[in-house]
């Protein structure tokens, strides 16, 4: 083994590979049977037993036994596999999945596949699938015959003890893990765990998720238990220790006699002196030549187009071209000819020439940005091919379309036709090369953005020079170009050095590549050619196919240009088709790596053997060393390490340095990686129209480590990330467009597809169609990788793949991956050239357009920079007097508030019953009407005045205790459609002296959900009696009832349709004020069914406070389109009209599903001053109403005379939803002062309601990040991370609140976030029954203050909230107090010990993808579980995964644990319009929400 040293640091082994040596001790046959063996193995075409003991037959006869030990496992650790690819039976279908060979080299793949054996491995829980998200088929469908599958997982007997390096075993390193495995086999029923199963599983399409019913809980407890291995920062990181670099020099530029003043001048001479000569030969798809273009035809043609060009295209009788303009060249790759013509036209006529790709469709990936590239340059012409315009997308004018974001083009066709000879006397000028552009070339860069880089005649002739000096060209030579000659090497040698030198270049187009791989390497052989210019993936791809051609010569080569030699894979495919061809006359040293980029154009070039330069060089680095940016060799196990070749020597004439990647661009110290920098006069000379990134990119001052610049001369980054070896021989070993810098180290996009593609991905993925690349997600990058998955892969072998995958970056690379994305076959966007758009596909994944159909996202692991949870400091708490006395002290006041004062009013002392106001007002104003009752069409379809709803009430009085004999203070359910019927039971029941309940029906559509809700409040509220109508009876005892309840435990049932015309003998008269008149149930919003007691003074009171607060009297309309069962909207149904004595417009929100207009017709039909809606309504209006504005105008509804509109609600004012609707109604006349929210919750239905007085609602603006620590701090309107909060409404009459301190119960200062309690009359005395969780506090309808005010009672709330004093007047004169509400303490979230609001993390969500139509979050065992409604295609379902992580993590520095997507409709929603989010939680553990997809966050 040679070895060459490093310098004086000994840091760098520089060898050829071992394995060839002893692969060269075979016979050739041996080898090339060996070969083909491999490739087989790679493609996928032979399991990795059959390799094994084909390779050990082929191998015995030149190897010792060990005794005991299987061939071919021994030889797997004495010879590592010498080629990487060779023959296959030539499968025109797989060509183009399987090019990548360029990322494998062995040394890796063993690496990778030895890693993984030592990786202890877990398994991963798999996401749960809709069947119809499935990619419905299987592995089994599409094995070779004469194949077996090898998924098994335990070695069989003729395996020996051993098992091959290179094999992962797919289930032998969970046996040590027997609950992982049996939580596994539990989870996923149908999906094969042990790999036995998975070799016979008959499960086409993954699992179904209706397991066990513990299932998800299972999944969730198990993902908890591995959340927390995060990986930190390694003390031990490697830092660079030698020398600072010197500037390397490349040989001079030999100036030689007869070399032309321009590329220009060369052409006109070879045209005018050897016309014959030929100059380009084009082939077509079957490979034959159809063309070829004579240096004469070249010459004549490009003048004819020149002349044409300038004085032919006119506008307005002025020409159309100036010299200097920029001119599109539109040509595809199989027609050299026509481009190289428009080329070489361009520069004679001193147009700038800017060759693009061909446009196919008006949404190519990348095309917008080729526009705005031609749009920069003032690209007013394009020049193309007559068979190109052809097939360009036409408009209907005929003419071709214009491309999204492309400036207007004039399309012009260059062919013979079309262009006119030039006058005798006329002839381009020739001038000596300049410094004026002479054309401009196109570069994406890693965010997708085209830029077009400048070259000047001069710098195109000089790297001419530098090339022909460095290849060594001679006149008249043959040259195979298999580049695209539009752009990079493929321009500079196929277009403008062959034309310096006459060269005769055959030119293969991509098409032709596609079809026959060998197509190049036959070209080299019938024409003898003397040079090749290449990329590692055409030599890949020769491999293919190479057995069918055993004449092949390739002797006449000598040099073999490799132009991506600076990728550091391309090591591997040099090796393999050195080892195939050398036996047909390849010669190992014309095997020539070049390293070049679009700014730098040609930066380093191995020479040719015939120039004496040193002998080829080989390193062997640590790649976890190389991720620092330091050069180390490998010593330890050889498992994450980076095999590169030399790219040869610096160019003639040029001056290279290695400078830091990031900040001042000192130089590089010898063991240190950095960008490389070429100062010459072969470059680009600057990004067109970007100033500023020019002076960045080609004016670098590169300078020592004292300060001092090391030239004057600028130098150029060439964007190659790499370092000067032993020999002066440059090494790249990544481009910065690869870069991937996750928690300041630095990692390679290209090394990733390695190691992924290291994982046997032959049966799951397409080799050449992985993309990696890094996305920023909470101020760092984070890697992603996206591959295309095969058709007839399954679900279990995919995810297991990707888990494989995960486990190998990580181990290799000691780097996390964020997501891990599968999409279906084919539908990555392209590069122009084959190849995949990483920039376009990294748009789609962060626009959530990507489609995959499988993914797996990481955050737990490689999210490792959040801020540190927040500690509780145990015992030292704070306790209520020291608050009291620090708000004092800092001269805040005591956070207490109270509405007007009720004590004074004359109506106090004459305390009301509702069953007397009832009776005095049938005698008093017996016609009044009351009650004005709309249905769907907006027409009234019931009424009842005073003495109409007295007597209906008496006939109810009379059926209870008549027919159902009850008895004062029994419980009557009351389960009646919104309408009048339930507020004349109401009162049927007050006047019998029985308890009304009043109970939503169930909905005859959906009885098996609504039917036990009501069954439960019966039995809760122990009522004897149900009234109801005749329809809901029949509902109640129906069959589809029995398969619900239990429909013989209802009690008595009485409908109240036709009841007799009798009159009550007495009113019940209570014997207190205190005693009970209703009971109001409602699910709380945590799935609590919880009924509080009114008493009648409380009912009394809060009619009086409503009263007051919105001027109710008798001649006043309100107009109240809410629900009538529970809470405020029971008060407004049933009890404020008999009060106030107003009349009231009923409108049934259920109405509003036919007819979204009718709430707001009525309240314009009426000319209605103050309404009430839920927000549920608002956004019934909102949605449904929106675009039809115009259409209400139309029908004459006017807004202008609502004077307030209160949304009743108990939780945190909708901020957005009340401005839309405001703005979307303002056309209508609607105030935007109008909308404003009430407040109430269980213990008191309306603490706050801004009525029709009073000052105008306030908005504040909360920092987000202050509110999570339970602080309080205002910022500025469109401060990042700040929560808009609008006022709750005013505080009522004869209500009184004060914030409290959630843990030590004392009182709370002006401005700071505690819970919000009240004191008033109509608080509700307390729970009659809390069903599932009957301990619930029973302070909290009688609590103290610990201190201050111990003698006030208090109820809690059981909502977070502050007041704030404002600067604005109240109607008494005095500064107005506003109370400000967050949210439910039930509701809150406790994560990484910070209290979260479950809304705002819904509201980021919804914000994330367009089709998240709504969203839910809630919490088990520690883990965010966010619920997503999709409404759009299912197979968006799974683009919504990672961008629902990415917000979560960005805007609330939080890791969501699960994402589930359902159909729209799925989250619960109470009558209120608030998610029942434990409902929701309920549903998903029982794994009863059936839904879309479910991805569990590792």
């Not at 619900?1044 to 009485?1054: E, F, G, N, Q, T």
Request: glycine residues 6%; charged residues 20%.
């Amino acid at each position: 083994m040679i070895m060459a040293e490093r310098g004086s640091t000994g840091l760098l082994m520089l060898m050829p590979e071992p394995s060839t040596a002893v692969a060269r001790t075979l016979p050739a046959e041996v080898r090339e049977k060996l070969a083909e063996l491999e490739l087989e193995l790679s493609e996928g075409d032979i399991t990795q037993k059959g390799y094994e003991k084909k390779r050990g037959k082929l191998l015995a006869p030149y190897i010792p036994q060990v005794q005991g030990v299987d061939p071919s496992l021994q030889i797997e650790h004495r010879i590592p596999s010498q080629v990487n690819a060779a023959g296959h039976k030539h499968n025109k279908s797989r060509v183009t999945n399987s090019r990548d060979e360029r990322f494998r080299s062995d040394l890796h793949t063993e690496a990778v596949q030895a890693a993984l054996a030592k990786y202890k491995e877990r398994k991963m829980p798999m996401p749960s699938k809709r069947r119809s998200v499935l990619v419905q088929s299987s592995v089994e469908a599409c094995t070779p015959p004469g194949t077996t599958h090898t998924y098994t997982s335990s070695a069989s007997e003729d395996e020996g003890s051993l098992r091959r390096q290179g094999q992962i075993s797919s289930s032998s390193p969970y046996q040590s893990h027997p609950r992982v495995e049996h939580w596994f086999n539990k989870v996923l029923q149908g999906s094969s765990t042990s790999s036995s199963a998975s070799s016979t599983s008959s499960h086409p399409g993954g699992r179904s998720h209706h397991a066990t019913s513990s299932s998800a809980a299972t999944v969730l407890a198990d993902l908890m238990s591995h959340t927390h291995n995060v990986q930190h920062p390694d003390p031990d990181q490697p830092k660079p220790e030698g020398g600072e670099m010197r500037p390397l020099d490349g040989e001079p530029l030999e100036v030689m006699s007869n070399w032309p003043s321009s590329l220009l001048a060369s052409l006109q001479h070879w045209g005018t002196t050897q016309p014959k000569s030929p100059c380009l030969t084009a082939l077509d798809n079957a490979g034959k030549a159809v063309y070829t273009l004579a240096y004469g035809k070249l010459w004549t043609r490009s003048v004819k187009l020149a002349y044409t060009l300038l004085n032919k295209l006119s506008s307005r009788s002025e020409p159309l071209l100036r010299p200097g303009d920029r001119v599109a060249l539109v040509f595809p790759n199989n027609d050299p000819v026509m481009f190289m013509v428009a080329f070489y036209g361009c520069l004679l006529a001193e147009l700038v020439p800017v060759p693009i790709e061909v446009p196919l469709t008006r949404k190519d990936a990348g095309s917008q940005q080729v526009g705005f590239l031609l749009g920069s340059c003032g690209v007013t012409l394009a020049l193309t091919s007559d068979a190109c315009q052809k097939g360009l997308p036409k408009a209907q004018t005929g003419e071709v379309v214009t491309f999204k974001g492309w400036p207007r083009l004039l399309w012009f066709v260059t062919d013979g036709k079309h262009v006119v000879k030039p006058p005798k006397e006329w002839y381009p000028p020739i001038r000596d090369a300049s410094n004026d552009i002479a054309y401009i070339e196109y570069k994406s860069s890693k965010e997708g953005c085209t830029m077009g880089i400048t070259v000047s005649h001069s710098s195109m002739l000089a790297h001419c020079h530098a090339l022909t000096q460095a290849c060594g060209y001679t006149e008249g030579e043959i040259i195979t170009n298999v580049l695209d000659f539009k752009r990079d090497a493929g321009l500079w040698h196929g277009v403008l050095t062959s034309v310096m030198n006459r060269l005769h270049v055959i030119s293969i187009p991509y098409s032709l590549m596609k079809v026959n791989p060998l197509s190049w390497i036959q070209k080299v052989h019938t024409y003898k050619a003397r040079v090749a210019v290449v990329k590692s993936r055409d030599m890949h791809w020769s491999l293919l196919a190479q057995r069918e051609q055993r004449d092949i010569s390739l002797s006449s080569l000598r040099i073999l240009i490799v132009a991506d030699g600076a990728n550091p894979w391309s090591i591997s495919s040099c090796d393999a088709f050195l080892n195939v061809f050398q036996s047909r006359g390849l010669r190992p040293e014309v095997i020539c790596p070049c390293a070049s980029s679009s700014e730098a154009m040609t930066v380093a070039l191995r020479r040719p053997p015939e120039m004496s330069v040193p002998p080829p060089g080989k390193a062997v680095l640590s790649m976890s060393a190389l991720s620092y940016g330091v050069i180390r060799v490998d010593t330890e196990e050889k498992l994450s390490v980076l095999a590169v070749q030399d790219v040869g020597q610096v160019m003639p004439g040029a001056q290279v340095c290695v400078v830091r990647v990031e900040g001042t661009p000192y130089l590089c110290q010898m063991d240190e990686i950095g960008e490389i920098c070429i100062s010459s006069s072969t470059t680009g000379i600057s990004y067109y129209g970007l100033p500023g990134m020019t002076k960045n990119v080609f004016e670098t001052i590169p300078v020592t480590s004292l300060g001092t610049p090391i030239s004057d001369r600028a130098f150029t980054r060439t964007s190659l990330l790499g370092f000067i070896g032993p020999d002066n021989l440059v090494f790249v070993v990544g481009k910065m467009d690869g870069l991937m810098v996750v928690t300041s180290r630095r990692h390679n996009a290209d090394d990733v597809v390695a190691t992924a593609l290291a994982v046997e991905p032959m049966k799951f993925v397409y080799r050449g169609r992985i993309a990696v690349f890094s996305v920023s997600v909470l101020h760092d990058e984070r890697i992603v990788v996206v591959a295309e998955q095969r058709p007839d892969a399954s679900e279990e072998d995919s995810f297991q793949w990707m888990s494989r995958v995960l486990q190998a970056i990580d181990s290799i690379h000691q780097v996390g991956v964020y997501c891990l994305a599968l999409v279906p076959a084919n539908t990555l966007p392209k590069a122009p050239l084959g190849g995949i758009h990483i920039s376009e596909t990294k748009q789609r994944f962060l626009e959530g357009a990507l489609h995959p159909c499988n993914v797996l996202m990481c955050p737990h692991t490689c999210v490792t920079n959040l801020p540190k949870p927040r500690q509780k400091q145990p015992g030292t708490e704070v306790g209520p007097a020291s608050m009291m006395v620090g708000n004092l002290v800092a001269g805040k006041r005591m956070a207490q508030a109270s509405g007007r004062d009720v004590s004074q009013l004359e109506d106090t002392e004459q305390f009301l019953y509702m069953q007397d106001v009832l009776q005095w007002r049938a005698q008093a104003t017996p016609d009044h009407p009351l009650f004005l009752l709309l249905n769907a069409k907006g027409t009234v379809s019931s009424t009842a005045s005073c003495v109409q709803l007295h007597k209906r009430a008496e006939r109810v009085a009379v059926a209870l205790m008549e027919r159902g004999r009850l008895n004062t203070g029994d419980h009557v359910a009351l389960v009646y459609p919104p309408g009048i019927d339930l507020i004349a039971t109401f009162y049927g029941c007050l006047y019998a002296g029985c308890v009304p309940v009043t109970v939503r029906p169930p909905h005859p559509q959906n009885l098996t959900t609504t039917l036990p809700t009501v069954k439960m409040i019966v039995e809760v509220s122990k009522s004897v009696c149900i009234l109801t109508t005749q329809a809901i009876l029949k509902l109640l005892k129906s069959k589809e009832a029995a398969a619900a309840v239990d429909i013989k435990s209802w009690p008595l049932i009485l409908d109240t349709d036709d009841l007799p015309r009798k009159r009550i003998p007495q009113v019940h008269k209570p014997h207190a004020p205190d005693m009970l008149a209703y009971l109001d149930f409602s699910v709380s919003t945590t799935g609590i069914l919880a009924g509080v007691k009114m008493s009648h003074v409380a009912t009394s009171a809060l009619c009086r406070s409503i009263k007051l607060q919105c001027e109710l009297y008798p001649s006043r309309q309100i107009a109240i389109c809410l629900d009538p069962y529970c809470g405020l909207g029971l008060a407004l149904w049933c009890l404020c009209s008999v009060y106030s004595g107003h009349q009231s417009i009923l409108v049934p929100p259920l109405e509003l599903e036919s007819n979204a207009s009718l709430w707001l017709s009525a309240v314009s039909q009426y000319k209605v001053r103050v309404t009430f809606c839920s927000y549920s309504v608002m956004e019934m209006c909102t949605k449904g109403l929106g675009s039809q504005t115009e259409a209400l105008r139309l029908r004459n509804v006017n807004l202008a005379c609502v004077r307030t509109c209160m949304v009743v609600a108990e939780e945190r004012p909708r901020n957005s939803l009340t401005q839309s609707f405001s703005t979307i109604f303002k056309d209508l006349g609607l105030s935007t002062r109008a909308v404003s929210t009430t407040f109430g919750c269980r213990v008191n239905v309306a603490v706050c309601l801004q009525g029709t007085a009073g000052p105008d609602p306030t908005t504040v603006y909360l920092d987000m990040k202050a509110l999570r620590h339970d602080r309080v701090r205002l910022v500025e309107k469109g401060s990042p991370h700040s929560l808009a909060l609008m006022e709750s409404g005013k505080i009522l009459p004869g209500v009184k609140v004060i914030i409290a301190n959630t843990e030590t119960k004392g009182p709370l200062g002006d401005s700071h976030l505690g819970e919000i309690w009240v004191s008033s009359p109509h608080s509700a005395s307390g729970y009659y029954t809390v069903y599932g969780e009957e301990a619930l506090h029973a302070d909290h309808f009688s609590t103290r203050l610990s201190f201050g005010d111990t003698h006030t009672v208090w109820a809690r709330t059981g909502y977070l909230g502050f007041l704030r004093r404002t600067e604005l007047t109240d109607a008494s004169g005095e500064r107005h107090d506003a109370l400000y509400v967050i949210g439910s303490l039930d509701e809150t979230l406790e994560l990484r010990g910070m209290r979260y609001h479950p809304i705002d993390i819904e509201i980021s969500v919804i914000r994330a993808h367009k089709s998240i139509a709504e969203c839910a979050v809630f919490t088990w065992t520690n883990l965010l579980v966010v619920v997503v409604e999709l409404e759009g295609s299912e197979q968006e379902a799974l683009d919504l995964v990672a961008l629902v992580t990415n917000v979560v993590l960005e805007e609330h520095y939080l890791i969501v644990g699960v994402v589930v997507v359902v159909d729209p409709g799925v989250i619960p929603i109470n009558s209120r319009g608030e998610k029942q989010r434990m409902h929701l939680r309920d549903g998903f553990l029982a794994d009863q929400l059936d839904p879309i997809y479910v991805a569990y966050n590792m």
